[in-house]
């Protein structure tokens, strides 16, 4: 299995599905499995970096929590985590009663699911959009009925940005115009930086049929926090995010961090 793409058809890999399977999640297609046990088997620990981003994710809303965050606006939310707890709602109501968090994905093949699960709750909403249509996100009457954008917000965009192939800065930017003061902004975004050459073309080909992929430099990465300033430990790899435990790097840096609008 040296080639990626051998016995491989990558025309309809779902992200949320292969991020869903690399988690320990079961909704996912064949196709998202096989594409997973492709490309790890030529770039061994490269699906541990989506172990790290969920872990990150955790490590994140705790940390919102403990600094009175109540609302979350999760933008690119995948499917719902496979693992009881491990959903942004669970973590953020374990600190507070009243948490409320608005997921937003625009996979068709989440939608079923998230619906069941994240759908018009007292304290849960799922919003089908793409996050690139903020005016729609922000409007939306899930959005509306959850988030009071007069009290600080957390907006998650953790591994959906490098999918924002374009003027990702500029979607970050629309989302942190409307949120006051106080609000805390999340970033996850894998990182061209000391990657090989081959591995960036051989994650640019995997994602092409699902729109492309934008793997930006750390300068790049860090321009998207709209100049707030960061939180300590910085724009860090993401398993080096306040960790619990050590965890090894894989061959690939997944870039971390988050930032409180002053």
Same mark, same amino acid.
């Given at each position: 299995?040296?080639?990626?793409?051998?016995?491989?058809?990558?025309?309809?890999?779902?992200?949320?599905?292969?991020?869903?399977?690399?988690?320990?999640?079961?909704?996912?297609?064949?196709?998202?499995?096989?594409?997973?046990?492709?490309?790890?088997?030529?770039?061994?620990?490269?699906?541990?970096?989506?172990?790290?981003?969920?872990?990150?994710?955790?490590?994140?809303?705790?940390?919102?929590?403990?600094?009175?965050?109540?609302?979350? &606006?999760? &933008?690119?939310?995948?499917?719902?985590?496979?693992?009881?707890?491990?959903?942004?709602?669970?973590?953020?109501?374990?600190?507070?009663?009243?948490?409320?968090?608005?997921?937003?994905?625009?996979?068709?093949?989440?939608?079923?699911?998230?619906?069941?699960?994240?759908?018009?709750?007292?304290?849960?909403?799922?919003?089908?959009?793409?996050?690139?249509?903020?005016?729609?996100?922000?409007?939306?009457?899930?959005?509306?009925?959850?988030?009071?954008?007069?009290?600080?917000?957390?907006?998650?965009?953790?591994?959906?940005?490098?999918?924002?192939?374009?003027?990702?800065?500029?979607?970050?930017?629309?989302?942190?115009?409307?949120?006051?003061?106080?609000?805390?902004?999340?970033?996850?975004?894998?990182?061209?930086?000391?990657?090989?050459?081959?591995?960036?073309?051989?994650?640019?080909?995997?994602?092409?049929?699902?729109?492309?992929?934008?793997?930006?430099?750390?300068?790049?990465?860090?321009?998207?926090?709209?100049?707030?300033?960061?939180?300590?430990?910085?724009?860090?790899?993401?398993?080096?995010?306040?960790?619990?435990?050590?965890?090894?790097?894989?061959?690939?840096?997944?870039?971390?961090?988050?930032?409180?609008?002053?």
């Amino acid at each position: 299995m040296d080639d990626p793409q051998r016995d491989v058809d990558p025309t309809h890999i779902s992200l949320a599905g292969a991020y869903n399977y690399t988690t320990g999640g079961d909704d996912n297609t064949l196709t998202d499995r096989e594409i997973v046990h492709a490309y790890e088997a030529k770039w061994p620990g490269l699906a541990s970096n989506a172990v790290a981003n969920a872990q990150f994710l955790e490590r994140v809303v705790g940390f919102l929590a403990e600094r009175g965050i109540r609302q979350i &606006l999760d &933008l690119g939310a995948g499917k719902p985590k496979p693992v009881a707890g491990g959903n942004v709602h669970e973590i953020l109501g374990s600190h507070a009663g009243d948490a409320r968090v608005v997921y937003v994905e625009k996979d068709p093949t989440a939608h079923s699911h998230a619906r069941a699960m994240w759908g018009s709750g007292q304290r849960t909403g799922y919003v089908e959009a793409d996050v690139r249509d903020v005016d729609q996100v922000l409007a939306a009457a899930e959005t509306r009925r959850l988030i009071d954008f007069d009290e600080p917000v957390g907006i998650l965009m953790l591994a959906v940005l490098h999918y924002v192939v374009g003027d990702a800065a500029g979607v970050v930017t629309r989302y942190a115009d409307a949120v006051p003061a106080g609000s805390f902004l999340a970033v996850s975004h894998m990182a061209s930086d000391g990657a090989p050459a081959e591995l960036l073309a051989d994650l640019e080909a995997v994602y092409a049929p699902a729109g492309g992929v934008a793997i930006r430099s750390r300068d790049e990465i860090a321009g998207m926090f709209c100049g707030w300033p960061l939180e300590d430990p910085g724009l860090v790899e993401v398993r080096e995010w306040r960790p619990v435990a050590p965890m090894e790097l894989g061959p690939h840096l997944l870039l971390g961090g988050v930032a409180r609008k002053p």
